[in-house]
């Protein structure tokens, strides 16, 4: 069965900086495009970042470029989401999605979801 698990998550200060991972299983990684989306109490889910292996295409929304940066470890199955200069306004449950074809960056599209990991970021 296809699983992608979060972890990473916690409570930092403004400024500080997290790493979030994504352990994936089931599929090929490199076969699938690996999306980071973020849900704050009471929006939407909405599009982070995204990493494709396969077509060697990185995105990231207007509101963390510069500050996020997106990684893959094959190997590992594993995609990371390194966080720096973290913000209040980012804080929301992070969740991981796997798109079969390209990073669509659309929560219609991801085939396969982990279930989030918390991360808050006080003033």
């Known amino acids: 069965e296809v699983q992608l698990v979060e972890s990473g998550g916690g409570l930092v200060q403004a400024g500080e900086s997290l790493r979030l991972s994504c352990a994936t299983s089931g599929f090929t990684l490199d076969d699938y495009a690996i999306g980071w989306f973020r849900q704050a109490p009471g929006k939407e889910r909405e599009g982070v970042s995204c990493?494709?292996?396969?077509?060697?295409?990185?995105y990231y929304a207007d509101s963390v470029k510069g500050r996020f940066t997106i990684s893959s470890d094959n190997a590992k199955n594993t995609v990371y989401l390194q966080m720096d200069s973290l913000k209040p306004e980012d804080t929301a449950v992070y969740y991981c999605a796997a798109d079969q074809f390209r990073c669509r960056m659309s929560t219609s599209y991801m085939q396969y979801w982990g279930k989030g990991t918390r991360v808050t970021v006080s003033s």
């Open positions: 990493i494709s292996s396969r077509d060697r295409r990185t």
